[in-house]
């Protein structure tokens, strides 16, 4: 009984996020995307501790709690100031226009269930079902990062991305060691300032946030 | 001679083995912390002597009394863990190095105060310890991870240490020609331990190896083989992989240098040595052949290009091609011999070669100071910008010329007997059943020979145009004496050679007892000497070094005396040179250092193919009137010009092919790192 | 009998040092009567040492102390050389002191002091001579490897002694092919070492054409006798060698009184003989341009290798 009621959650758990993470390939402001990831992190947060509580692993009352300090908080609010620093930048004209991004996203997805298969019928716990959602995430990340053309964007495809790969270690073993899981955390953070860097020189040097611009720096 | 091993226990050695890794740690940690320049000085040199000094007396203790050493910490490396053995062919190596590795310390004490303010000599000295810290350990190491560990970081440590000056025209581009063979060179050493663990066990140790090899498919031994002399000859600087010896040794520090001739370069030897003989136990014959082949090939082109050489240090490093070739002439002749079965004549060639590995590191090293000292003095290392030198420099040229006549192999010194054991062994080719490998032995001879009389004229040159007659350049006029500690180091590597040369008949049972034991080599500790005798196998040859030098010195004491009691006119007046009828002589008028090699250059004309440029600036008035010539010729050596500018063409027009990937586009870059990974996936889930 | 081998070898050396400016001076004379002129007597050189020694040295002012130690050098290497060499009886007491090679890079030995002599004073003359002298040296020296190796194989050693006693003991060895190519690439390289025409001209005072005049030129007095005696003496080795080696009958293989003196005459006869035929080559050839030595030797190298070869075959 319990079991089963942790498998649907956890399923309608990894639905949810994976849904919040399509919003990135729908919508096309930036305003929507830093939406879309606070809601998906608080999303994963749950998840978290309803894993900690029907798994019996309080590490992961820990890990909940720093995933929603770092991914609801505070990456949140870096974002709002990126976005303030440069209004009114919208993603107009992706390299691949919306309704095809969403048939291929949902390609991927079902590219996912056939990789994760052999991985799912291995697996014993509960939390197996989403396993496949999790990988699709992974790929709707990445997908993300390469047909945008703004720096902002991809950033948040990042950190979609990012996303994706906890609630696979979350759902596949339960989560990762504290201290690694930590590790992560610190990595993502410094990632995210690092980019934000380059985002600033970008815009220094070519009045734009247009990743696409880069190719000028070639000769 | 040997010590009883109760004399000597195993605690000994482990306390000497310690003193070692101490000694060289003060020293780096000293040079790295200290204050004053000379602080930084003095401690580098004083760890790098104790360090090496009990190096030194680690390996003679092994050598004497047979006692071994066994370290195994297995936390420091994944899987079999950092693991050292002290057998005798690693102690005969650590007795090279400790040899080297005094002098070149207590030298590089005054030779690097003129680096003072100009480079670091905190990295100078932590790296010189750095170095022969690596080097003592590396010739210890009983698995693969150790060595491999050693190996690199000692690549390392010299890397530093070639790049130090530099600001200097040449010296970085040598470094990075010398980092990308060493690496070549490892990528090949990998491998062969990959094939030498026998692929299914995981046991890296070299007593895992050795046991393993007897089972190895013979194309598996071969691969192994043809890695192993590759990888150890791209280090030792054999043909054609020593095109960054050359290069690297000049722009180095001078003791720098002495020590990478001397030392590292054996390492490539140390490698081969102890894959094929220790680790594969000997092969068939043509193995033993392709050795040869190549280690003639060497020694010739060796001496060839050294002929040609104005550059002092170069010329050196040219000898230094040579001398590898000549150790693995001896080498590549016991491991046909050893193929036939013939033990007692293989020995002789394996000890020839190590004979002449422990006389090419001390006349080298010596050489190598000695160039320094000029360098040191005249801030040149171009010949023809010398001269006279023998007057401001005494001991510097009386070193010098020791070293010159050591490795021409003249006797009683110690370059003599090692090539004479050399030359027996190859004599013994005779004996070998298969006409066709015996007949490669005559020529092999005869090419020896060759390059052994091209290096005394290279040595003629060398040090006549640098330090005899007069002066061609104003720094050659005011060139003063080395300081204390750079005389000292080359004085004890003079005592190094003519000790060799006087005690041939204590060096040779001592190498006989390292060989005994490794790849089914026989004991012939009291085969090759006959109280003071050297002598080849069933009677065949016997000389004694050491008498001839006691003979050569008592007629030279002899001589003078018989003259004065014939009452022989004693007097000795010193005038103007003689000059034909002209008025005073001028260092224009001197023999230079290209004319001096002329003669050769002619007769090698259609391997060196120099090129040659004349032009010829005539009086306007009339044309038997010549305003200047300007003559410039140059060489470019034959494995640059055949192998390896082609090579880098090459990869240059592929390079520019694969440029076609690189877009500039960001987007384009990550959907390259998508597909990638997605194929992956689908390759792993359903292949 | 250990004590008369040693006695006897000092004899060996004192015989050699009497017969070398006397075996030079024969051949001076035998050329020059072939050339219609009456010559030096052939004792000449004797007179010559003598004057050289009582004359005082003039050194150059750029020369070091290598200059002044150069000459002693060369007469101890040279004189060290027949205390191997077997003269007149074999094997001799110090036999096992040094073998073909040991005596090869003896003479190396004092060829390497006499050009770093020649370059000391830095003239233009010495470094020339220095330079060829080297050349010619150098490249002389894998025909006398294989040559060696050659005698080698037939007689089962590198020493002399035991060369000469092996081929007294079968003959026939002596006119096999491989000795008789061997010996005439030695006698190639004889000429070439010893500075004979066509390789050097030993009277010649003409830069173009000198070699080991040239490197010689700056010396005077006791040096200059030093090093004329130990060139003389070379040219008395490289006969003996030629020789003893290859015509092995006349010395003596014990201390008997008798065959002792027996071998003293046939030594002299040999000499005289081998000096006659080198005084007819040197009338009959022209001296060859420098960069036409190598080819020479070359040619003599490829002698040796045959040598060797068919020493091999025959084997």
Redesign the interface.
């Known amino acids: 009984m319990n079991d089963a009621l942790f498998s649907q959650l956890s399923t309608l758990g990894s639905s949810v996020i994976l849904l919040y993470g399509f919003t990135l390939l729908w919508r096309k402001s930036l305003h929507a995307y830093t939406v879309a990831f606070q809601w998906q992190s608080i999303a994963l947060t749950f998840l978290f501790l309803i894993i900690g509580y029907f798994g019996h692993d309080v590490e992961l009352y820990y890990v909940a709690g720093f995933l929603f300090v770092l991914k609801v908080l505070i990456l949140p609010r870096y974002l709002g100031k990126l976005e303030q620093r440069f209004p009114g930048e919208r993603e107009s004209r992706p390299y691949v226009n919306v309704a095809t991004s969403l048939v291929v996203a949902g390609l991927l997805v079902l590219l996912a269930y056939a990789i994760t298969r052999p991985l799912v019928l291995v697996s014993d716990l509960p939390t197996r079902g989403g396993l496949p959602l999790a990988v699709g995430l992974i790929f709707v990340g990445l997908f993300v990062i390469i047909t945008r053309k703004k720096a902002l964007t991809q950033i948040v495809g990042f950190l979609v991305m990012e996303n994706g790969i906890a609630l696979l270690a979350a759902l596949g073993t339960y989560g990762i060691p504290l201290i690694i899981e930590l590790g992560v955390f610190l990595d993502v953070l410094m990632g995210f300032l690092v980019m934000q860097v380059f985002v600033y020189h970008i815009h220094d040097t070519f009045e734009s946030i247009d990743v696409d611009q880069l190719n000028e720096l070639r000769h | 001679m040997t010590i009883p091993s109760n004399l000597i226990s195993s605690q000994t050695m482990t306390w000497l083995l310690v003193v070692m890794i101490a000694g060289y740690g003060i020293g780096a940690v000293g040079a790295l912390t200290l204050g004053r320049s000379l602080f930084v000085r003095a401690a580098a040199t004083s760890g790098a002597i104790i360090g090496a000094g009990a190096a030194f007396i680690l390996g003679s203790a092994n050598l004497l009394s047979g006692q071994t050493l066994t370290i195994q910490i297995s936390d420091i490396l994944p899987i079999t863990g950092f693991a050292l053995r002290l057998d005798g062919l690693g102690a005969f190596f650590l007795v090279v190095i400790g040899l080297l590795g005094v002098p070149v310390a207590l030298y590089s004490f005054g030779y690097s105060a003129a680096y003072e303010g100009r480079y670091s000599l905190r990295l100078i000295g932590a790296m010189l310890n750095g170095l022969l810290l690596t080097l003592s350990l590396q010739v210890m190491a009983d698995n693969a991870l150790t060595f491999l560990l050693l190996w690199e970081t000692m690549s390392l440590s010299a890397y530093w240490m070639v790049v130090t000056e530099h600001d200097q025209p040449g010296t970085l581009q040598a470094g990075g020609w010398y980092i990308a063979m060493t690496h070549i060179g490892f990528a090949a050493l990998v491998a062969m331990f990959l094939l030498l663990s026998g692929g299914d066990a995981m046991s890296t140790s070299f007593a895992a190896m050795r046991a393993n090899a007897l089972t190895l498919a013979p194309l598996a031994r071969d691969a192994v083989f043809l890695l192993a002399l590759f990888g150890f000859g791209s280090k030792a600087g054999v043909v054609p992989l020593h095109v960054w010896l050359p290069m690297a040794h000049p722009v180095a520090p001078s003791h720098v240098s002495a020590l990478m001739s001397g030392v590292v370069i054996k390492m490539g030897i140390y490698g081969l040595l102890r894959v094929t003989l220790d680790l594969l136990g000997g092969g068939p014959a043509w193995w033993g052949a392709l050795v040869l082949a190549v280690g003639t090939v060497t020694a010739l082109l060796g001496v060839l290009y050294a002929l040609m050489e104005h550059d002092l240090k170069r010329l050196l490093a040219f000898h230094s091609v040579e001398n590898i070739g000549i150790i693995l002439i001896g080498i590549g002749a016991g491991l046909i011999f050893r193929s036939y079965g013939l033990m007692a004549l293989a020995t002789l060639g394996f000890i020839g070669g190590l004979y002449h590995t422990i006389n090419h590191a001390s006349f080298k090293g010596l050489l190598f100071l000695g160039a320094g000292s000029v360098l040191h003095a005249t801030g040149t290392r171009n010949m023809e910008e010398m001269g006279g030198l023998i007057k401001r420099m005494p001991w510097t040229a009386l070193f010098f010329l020791i070293g010159a006549a050591a490795i021409s192999a003249l006797p009683p010194l110690n370059g003599f007997v090692s090539e004479w054991l050399v030359f027996q062994a190859l004599l013994g080719g005779f004996n070998i059943p298969v006409p066709e490998v015996a007949v490669a032995f005559p020529l092999a001879v005869g090419m020896l020979a060759l390059t052994s009389g091209l290096a005394a004229a290279c040595f003629v040159k060398a040090f006549g145009i640098s330090f005899l007659a007069i002066p061609r350049s104003h720094e050659a006029e005011h060139a003063h004496e080395a300081p204390l500690s750079m005389r000292i180091g080359m004085a004890i590597l003079a005592l190094a050679c003519i000790a060799l040369g006087l005690a041939p008949f204590s060096v040779v049972p001592l190498l006989g007892g390292v060989l005994a034991g490794l790849g089914g080599l026989p004991d012939t500790r009291s085969v090759f000497t006959l109280n003071l005798l050297v002598q080849a196998p069933a009677g065949f040859a016997q000389v004694s070094p050491t008498w001839i030098g006691l003979g050569l010195l008592i007629l030279l004491a002899l001589i003078p005396l018989v003259m004065r009691l014939m009452h022989v006119n004693r007097k000795r007046r010193v005038s103007d040179t003689w000059g034909c009828g002209r008025i005073g002589q001028t260092p224009r008028m001197e023999y230079t250092a290209t004319s001096f090699a002329e003669p050769l250059r002619r007769v090698f004309a259609e391997l060196y193919r120099p090129t040659k440029e004349l032009s010829i600036d005539f009086h306007p008035e009339s044309k038997y009137f010549v305003k200047s010539i300007k003559y410039s010729s140059r060489i470019t050596p034959l494995f640059d010009r055949v192998l390896y500018d082609p090579l880098l063409r090459l990869i240059q027009r592929i390079s520019r092919q694969v440029r076609r990937i690189q877009t500039g586009s960001l987007h384009l870059y990550l959907m390259y790192v998508a597909v990638i990974l997605i194929l992956l996936l689908i390759a792993a889930r359903w292949f | 009998m250990i004590v008369t081998g040693y006695v006897l070898e000092i004899a060996q050396v004192a015989l050699a040092l009497l017969l070398a400016p006397g075996l030079a001076g024969f051949v001076r004379w035998l050329k020059a009567r072939f050339q219609n002129r009456r010559g030096a007597p052939p004792w000449q050189p004797y007179f010559e040492l003598r004057k050289l020694?009582?004359?005082?040295?003039?050194?150059?002012?750029?020369a070091?102390?290598?200059f002044?130690v150069a000459p002693?050098?060369i007469?101890?290497?040279t004189?060290?050389v027949t205390?191997l060499v077997p003269m007149i009886v074999a094997p001799l007491a110090?036999?096992?002191?040094?073998?073909l090679?040991?005596v090869v890079?003896?003479l190396?030995?004092g060829?390497?002091f006499l050009?770093?002599a020649g370059?000391?004073?830095?003239?233009?003359f010495?470094?020339?001579g220095?330079?060829?002298e080297?050349?010619v040296?150098?490249?002389?020296?894998?025909t006398?490897?294989?040559a060696i190796?050659s005698l080698?194989?037939s007689a089962?050693?590198?020493?002399l002694g035991?060369i000469v006693t092996q081929e007294l003991a079968n003959p026939a060895v002596t006119v096999s092919p491989g000795h008789l190519l061997a010996l005439a690439a030695l006698f190639i390289v004889t000429l070439a070492e010893t500075g004979r025409l066509p390789v050097d001209n030993p009277a010649t005072h003409l830069e173009l054409t000198m070699i080991h005049e040239a490197m010689i030129?700056?010396y005077s007095?006791?040096y200059l006798a030093?090093i004329e005696w130990a060139s003389w003496l070379k040219l008395t080795i490289f006969f003996t060698l030629l020789a003893n080696l290859f015509v092995p009958w006349g010395i003596a293989t014990t201390f008997d009184p008798a065959a002792l003196t027996l071998a003293v005459l046939a030594l002299i006869v040999k000499l005289a003989v081998l000096g006659g035929i080198v005084a007819v080559v040197e009338t009959r050839v022209a001296k060859l341009r420098?960069?036409r030595v190598?080819e020479l030797l070359g040619a003599s190298?490829v002698l040796?290798?045959l040598a060797?070869?068919s020493s091999?075959l025959l084997?």
């Open positions: 020694f009582g004359k005082e040295v003039v050194m150059s002012n750029n070091s102390w290598l002044r002693y050098i007469f101890a290497s004189v060290t205390l110090l036999d096992g002191m040094g073998d090679l040991m890079y003896l190396l030995l060829t390497f050009a770093l370059l000391d004073p830095g003239t233009a010495g470094g020339m220095a330079s060829r080297m050349t040296a150098a490249i002389a020296e894998p006398i490897a294989l190796f080698a194989l089962g050693s590198t020493n035991r030129l700056e007095g006791r030093l420098l960069f190598p190298f040796a290798l060797v070869t091999f084997k």
